[in-house]
Protein backbone atom coordinates (compact mmCIF):
# COMPACT_ATOMS: atom_id res chain seq x y z
CA UNK A 1 0.00 0.00 0.00
CA UNK A 2 1.09 3.62 -0.39
CA UNK A 3 -0.84 6.86 0.61
CA UNK A 4 0.82 9.68 -1.91
CA UNK A 5 0.75 13.16 0.70
CA UNK A 6 2.64 15.21 -2.22
CA UNK A 7 5.27 14.34 -4.60
CA UNK A 8 7.66 15.99 -2.94
CA UNK A 9 7.32 13.96 0.24
CA UNK A 10 10.04 11.88 1.74
CA UNK A 11 8.76 8.07 1.13
CA UNK A 12 9.13 6.09 4.73
CA UNK A 13 8.59 2.56 3.67
CA UNK A 14 6.74 0.54 6.59
CA UNK A 15 7.72 -3.31 7.08
CA UNK A 16 5.67 -5.10 10.16
CA UNK A 17 3.72 -8.88 9.35
CA UNK A 18 0.74 -7.54 11.54
CA UNK A 19 -0.87 -5.62 8.83
CA UNK A 20 -3.22 -3.65 10.91
CA UNK A 21 -0.28 -2.84 12.95
CA UNK A 22 1.60 -1.56 9.61
CA UNK A 23 -1.47 0.66 8.40
CA UNK A 24 -1.70 2.36 12.10
CA UNK A 25 1.56 3.21 11.77
CA UNK A 26 0.99 4.12 8.25
CA UNK A 27 -2.21 5.98 9.54
CA UNK A 28 0.22 7.97 11.88
CA UNK A 29 3.10 9.24 9.22
CA UNK A 30 0.76 9.68 6.32
CA UNK A 31 0.15 13.61 7.10
CA UNK A 32 3.70 14.71 6.27
CA UNK A 33 5.37 11.61 4.46
CA UNK A 34 4.34 9.36 1.62
CA UNK A 35 4.04 5.84 3.08
CA UNK A 36 4.42 2.20 1.73
CA UNK A 37 3.78 -0.78 3.93
CA UNK A 38 5.26 -4.45 3.52
CA UNK A 39 3.99 -6.78 5.71
CA UNK A 40 7.04 -9.45 4.63
CA UNK A 41 10.70 -9.21 3.64
CA UNK A 42 10.20 -9.93 0.44
CA UNK A 43 8.02 -7.63 -0.26
CA UNK A 44 9.33 -4.74 1.62
CA UNK A 45 12.89 -5.31 -1.19
CA UNK A 46 10.31 -5.01 -3.85
CA UNK A 47 9.15 -1.61 -2.42
CA UNK A 48 12.38 -0.11 -1.68
CA UNK A 49 13.98 2.45 -4.04
CA UNK A 50 15.82 5.25 -3.91
CA UNK A 51 13.17 7.47 -3.07
CA UNK A 52 12.65 5.49 0.22
CA UNK A 53 14.01 8.24 3.18
CA UNK A 54 13.32 6.21 6.12
CA UNK A 55 12.79 2.46 6.70
CA UNK A 56 10.68 1.22 9.71
CA UNK A 57 11.76 -2.67 10.43
CA UNK A 58 10.20 -4.91 12.29
CA UNK A 59 12.77 -7.67 13.27
CA UNK A 60 10.38 -11.05 13.93
CA UNK A 61 8.70 -11.33 10.39
CA UNK A 62 8.11 -15.34 9.04
CA UNK A 63 10.72 -15.46 6.48
CA UNK A 64 12.71 -13.11 5.80
CA UNK A 65 13.13 -11.29 9.21
CA UNK A 66 13.86 -7.46 9.58
CA UNK A 67 17.82 -8.30 10.69
CA UNK A 68 17.68 -9.88 7.04
CA UNK A 69 16.07 -6.89 5.56
CA UNK A 70 18.42 -4.45 7.16
CA UNK A 71 21.67 -6.68 6.07
CA UNK A 72 20.04 -6.31 1.97
CA UNK A 73 19.24 -2.54 2.40
CA UNK A 74 22.97 -1.96 3.10
CA UNK A 75 23.58 -4.82 0.85
CA UNK A 76 22.30 -3.02 -2.07
CA UNK A 77 23.80 0.06 -1.11
CA UNK A 78 20.56 2.23 -0.61
CA UNK A 79 20.84 5.52 1.36
CA UNK A 80 17.86 5.38 3.42
CA UNK A 81 17.74 5.82 7.57
CA UNK A 82 16.57 2.66 9.24
CA UNK A 83 14.41 2.26 12.31
CA UNK A 84 14.30 -1.06 14.13
CA UNK A 85 10.09 -0.87 15.59
CA UNK A 86 10.17 -4.10 17.65
CA UNK A 87 8.92 -6.25 20.02
CA UNK A 88 12.65 -7.90 20.54
CA UNK A 89 13.82 -6.49 23.68
CA UNK A 90 17.71 -5.68 22.60
CA UNK A 91 20.91 -6.94 23.13
CA UNK A 92 24.51 -6.79 22.41
CA UNK A 93 23.87 -7.85 19.49
CA UNK A 94 22.48 -4.10 18.07
CA UNK A 95 25.98 -3.05 18.35
CA UNK A 96 26.84 -4.25 15.18
CA UNK A 97 23.68 -3.56 13.27
CA UNK A 98 23.44 -1.09 10.34
CA UNK A 99 20.27 0.90 12.19
CA UNK A 100 19.90 4.56 12.82
CA UNK A 101 17.18 4.13 16.03
CA UNK A 102 15.25 1.64 17.62
CA UNK A 103 12.14 1.47 19.11
CA UNK A 104 10.44 -1.26 21.34
CA UNK A 105 6.58 -1.96 21.10
CA UNK A 106 4.23 -0.45 22.43
CA UNK A 107 5.30 2.72 20.53
CA UNK A 108 3.29 6.19 21.04
CA UNK A 109 2.21 8.36 17.95
CA UNK A 110 4.12 10.42 19.10
CA UNK A 111 7.59 8.56 19.88
CA UNK A 112 7.17 7.12 16.00
CA UNK A 113 6.42 10.03 14.16
CA UNK A 114 9.32 12.20 16.50
CA UNK A 115 11.39 9.22 16.11
CA UNK A 116 10.95 9.27 12.22
CA UNK A 117 11.71 12.83 11.92
CA UNK A 118 14.45 12.83 13.91
CA UNK A 119 16.14 10.19 11.90
CA UNK A 120 15.66 11.87 8.77
CA UNK A 121 17.01 14.88 9.81
CA UNK A 122 20.25 14.13 10.86
CA UNK A 123 20.12 12.99 6.74
CA UNK A 124 21.45 16.74 6.12
CA UNK A 125 25.22 15.77 8.25
CA UNK A 126 27.33 13.55 7.22
CA UNK A 127 28.87 10.12 7.62
CA UNK A 128 30.79 10.94 11.14
CA UNK A 129 27.13 12.18 12.28
CA UNK A 130 25.09 9.57 11.15
CA UNK A 131 27.49 6.63 12.50
CA UNK A 132 27.42 9.06 15.97
CA UNK A 133 23.61 9.02 16.38
CA UNK A 134 23.72 5.61 15.50
CA UNK A 135 26.25 4.19 18.20
CA UNK A 136 24.57 6.77 20.87
CA UNK A 137 21.24 5.48 19.80
CA UNK A 138 22.91 1.74 20.58
CA UNK A 139 24.49 3.12 24.27
CA UNK A 140 21.47 4.04 25.50
CA UNK A 141 19.40 1.37 24.69
CA UNK A 142 21.58 -1.10 26.22
CA UNK A 143 22.11 1.08 29.45
CA UNK A 144 18.71 1.30 29.54
CA UNK A 145 18.29 -2.40 29.22
CA UNK A 146 21.75 -3.62 30.51
CA UNK A 147 23.00 -3.77 34.55
CA UNK A 148 26.40 -1.37 34.77
CA UNK A 149 28.35 -4.53 35.88
CA UNK A 150 27.41 -5.71 32.33
CA UNK A 151 28.55 -2.85 30.34
CA UNK A 152 31.47 -2.65 32.31
CA UNK A 153 32.24 -6.60 31.52
CA UNK A 154 31.51 -6.53 28.30
CA UNK A 155 34.61 -5.58 25.42
CA UNK A 156 32.06 -4.45 22.44
CA UNK A 157 30.58 -1.87 24.69
CA UNK A 158 34.03 -0.40 26.20
CA UNK A 159 34.88 -0.49 22.12
CA UNK A 160 31.34 1.71 21.27
CA UNK A 161 32.04 4.11 23.88
CA UNK A 162 35.51 4.30 22.79
CA UNK A 163 34.29 4.75 19.32
CA UNK A 164 32.11 7.39 20.50
CA UNK A 165 34.09 9.89 21.88
CA UNK A 166 36.03 9.83 18.59
CA UNK A 167 33.32 10.58 17.09
CA UNK A 168 32.21 12.83 19.76
CA UNK A 169 35.55 14.95 18.99
CA UNK A 170 34.55 14.55 15.22
CA UNK A 171 31.31 15.74 15.24
CA UNK A 172 32.03 18.78 17.52
CA UNK A 173 34.54 20.33 14.49
CA UNK A 174 32.14 19.65 11.95
CA UNK A 175 29.39 21.59 14.38
CA UNK A 176 32.27 24.22 14.20
CA UNK A 177 32.17 24.76 10.38
CA UNK A 178 28.47 24.94 10.15
CA UNK A 179 28.07 28.44 8.24
CA UNK A 180 24.81 29.74 9.48
CA UNK A 181 23.02 30.29 12.51
CA UNK A 182 20.15 28.38 11.80
CA UNK A 183 22.79 25.20 10.45
CA UNK A 184 24.49 25.52 14.33
CA UNK A 185 20.81 25.40 15.87
CA UNK A 186 19.83 22.45 14.12
CA UNK A 187 22.93 20.46 14.64
CA UNK A 188 23.35 21.91 18.58
CA UNK A 189 19.54 20.95 18.92
CA UNK A 190 20.71 17.46 17.73
CA UNK A 191 23.32 16.98 19.68
CA UNK A 192 21.80 17.96 23.16
CA UNK A 193 18.79 15.33 22.72
Given at each position: ????????????????????????????????????????????????????????????MPGMSGDEVLDEIHGTGY???????????????????????????????????????????????????????????????????????????????????????????????????????????????DLDS
Open positions: MSTDVTKDAPVVLVVDDEPQLAELFATWLDEEWTVRTANDGEEALALLDEGVAVALLDRRDCRTIMVTAVDPDFDIIEMGFDDYLVKPVSKEELTDTVEHVHRRSQYDEIMREYYSLASKRAVLETEKSAEELDGNEEFRELERRLTELRDAVDETVEELRTHEDFAAAFR
